[in-house]
């Protein structure tokens, strides 16, 4: 079921999938629909809603307003479907994924954000265009925040189990770091009117579908951190074990001192926005200050 505060717009949209169903030999029944409650008994509830940025927008400076899109939104989740895994696509991802588990208070592993199936997607796709090499045997991890000082890792990144760096100079490999960085605002300087949708879309596939299989997958999502990497009270892209449970497991990878720089950055700009939000949501909803261990 699709919902979106226009009831005509989420019909219309369910529609059309549904007319594309028997082309993907799919007897799903998709509706749409402004009412809430239409996802009593979900499983699993993907938060997509939200303003997106405008050219040369930065995605922190959608917080306000998503904040408070997503604030009704995820209070129906928890009233309508209060046994579902969640997965928050709205951006800023990082700073709303830990607004939704705060506002649930539900276990860390059942609030699930999209970044790094993303942000490796659109690394290994620039790998791919740099090297020739064909994207099946192509491997690429970005964790840290879902913004500009997100975190590619060349290091863990490979064609087939090999090294990208046995192809690919520093400079080319700089090359592709900066560009993965700026790939989404890539794209909405292209498009103009409307962020990037394909990628985005295909990486949400991929992890409802690593959760509807009980796939045990290991992607790179957005979690509550409760220590993990040194980090606590605070959401961000690491590599998490993706099951029927939801974040099953996170994976604390080994990171070298340039890395760990990197990510400590990337935190930093996490944990500003954090700040921010503070101050958007209630005092008896406040949320506790980020606390590197
Ligand atoms: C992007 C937006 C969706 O990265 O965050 O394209």
Redesign the pocket.
């Known amino acids: 079921v699709l919902i979106d505060i226009k009831d005509e717009v989420a019909r219309g949209a369910a529609l059309d999938i549904q007319q594309a169903a028997p082309l993907l030999n799919s007897d799903s029944i998709v509706t749409g629909t402004s009412d809430p409650q239409a996802i009593a008994g979900a499983e699993l509830v993907v938060v997509s809603a939200g303003l997106h940025r405008k050219p040369g927008m930065d ?1 922190s400076e959608l917080l306000e307003s998503n904040a408070a899109i997503l604030g009704d939104i995820i209070e129906n989740v928890a009233k309508y479907a209060p046994q579902s895994l969640l997965i928050i696509a709205s ?1 800023p ?1 990082d700073i709303l994924t830990y607004f939704a588990w705060k506002r649930t208070a539900w276990p860390e592993k059942r609030v699930i954000g999209l970044s790094g199936v ?1 942000d490796s997607a659109r690394m290994a796709a620039f790998i791919a265009m740099e090297t020739g090499f064909s994207i099946s045997d192509i491997n690429a991890l970005v964790l840290g925040g ?1 913004g500009d000082a997100m975190v590619p890792l060349p290091r863990y990144s490979c064609i087939r189990g090999i090294p990208i760096s046995h192809f690919l100079n520093d400079e080319a490999t700089k090359q592709i770091v900066q560009r993965t960085r700026k ?2 605002s890539e ?1 909405l300087g292209l498009k103009k009117n409307s ?2 949708y394909n990628a ?1 879309a295909g990486a949400i596939y991929t992890m409802v579908e690593a959760i509807a299989k009980d796939k045990k997958r290991i992607l790179p999502c957005i979690s509550v951190l409760n220590g993990e990497f040194g980090y606590k009270n605070m959401a961000m892209g690491v590599p998490c074990v993706i099951g029927a449970d939801g974040i099953e497991k996170v994976i604390e990878i080994d990171l070298n001192k340039e890395e760990t720089t990197l990510l400590k950055r990337s935190v930093d700009s996490i944990a500003n926005d954090l700040e921010k939000l503070d101050m958007l949501i209630t005092p008896d909803q406040n949320i506790y200050k980020y606390l590197p261990n």
Do not use: E, T
Request: proline share 9%; charged share 10%; no cysteine.
């Open positions: 995605r951006n991802a993303l879902h790939a989404g794209i962020s990037a985005p």
